[in-house]
Each structure stands twice: as structure tokens, then as C-alpha cells.
């Protein structure tokens, strides 16, 4: 098992920056697939973006494409959502997330099996 902390949510205005950080300990995560979901009031948890050291390869939801970037700092053991360019809509619980890199399926929640208590952000108008 992995255990992950999130930070660096907080307020912001619309247009405005904000990184989050997900840090892990007892497991190295360059062996897991490593996620970053949101979930708001009354929606389901929505898959936002995807890092595999396998392949250093990333993947996004087209929501955030072009203004999320995930990245991730082996030394540190702890993975980053830059977020910019925030909108109202992303007002959020944000979490990022741990599962077996299977090769396939890391826009689902169901292949993450370690989650961290996730991290408040709100972005006003």
C-alpha cells in the first residue's frame, strides 16, 4: 500500500493558478500509475489527468487539456497538478490517486486502488 497526502488548494479568482502536490510514502510511485480526480457537490468523481513512468507517458480529460499539466518528481516521491487558467466550473475536492500500471484503463477510477483524502479548490467569479 501507498500512502498519499495532497496540499496546495485553496482560493483563487477565475483566470487565476494553482499547484497541487500529492505525496506519497511507503511505496516508490514511479511503479504505480498516478491520477488526479475531482469531484464536486452532487457529480460523480471525474478522471482529470494521468502520469505512467513506464512510459513517461500522460494523459487528460478534454476539459483540462491545454491548462492541466501532471508531472511528477521521483526523487521526491510526489506527483503535481499545475492548474491554470481556472474557471468557476473547476470548484472541486480534488484527489489524486494510486493504481497498478496495466497498460490500459488509467482514465478510470476503478484501476486506482490507494486515494489520498483530497484537497479543496475554489475558484470564485
Known amino acids: 500500500q501507498v500512502q498519499l497526502g495532497e496540499s496546495g488548494g485553496g482560493s483563487v479568482q477565475a483566470g487565476g493558478s494553482l499547484r497541487l502536490s500529492c505525496a506519497a510514502s511507503?511505496?516508490?510511485?514511479?511503479?504505480?500509475?498516478m491520477g488526479w480526480f475531482r469531484q464536486a457537490p452532487g457529480k460523480e468523481r471525474e478522471f482529470l489527468a494521468a502520469?505512467?513512468?513506464?512510459?513517461?507517458?500522460?494523459y487528460y480529460a478534454e476539459s483540462v487539456k491545454g491548462r492541466f499539466t501532471i508531472s511528477g518528481d521521483n526523487a521526491k516521491n510526489t506527483v503535481y497538478l499545475q492548474m491554470n487558467s481556472l474557471k468557476p466550473e473547476d470548484t472541486a475536492v480534488y484527489y489524486c490517486?494510486?493504481?497498478?500500471?496495466?497498460?490500459?484503463?488509467?482514465?478510470?477510477?476503478?484501476?486506482?486502488?490507494?486515494w489520498g483524502q483530497g484537497t479543496q479548490v475554489t475558484v470564485s467569479s
Open positions: 502520469i505512467v513512468w513506464s512510459g513517461d507517458n500522460t
Open positions: 490517486a494510486a493504481g497498478p500500471d496495466r497498460g490500459v484503463g488509467y482514465r478510470s477510477r476503478w484501476l486506482y486502488n490507494n
Open positions: 511507503g511505496r516508490t510511485l514511479s511503479s504505480y500509475a
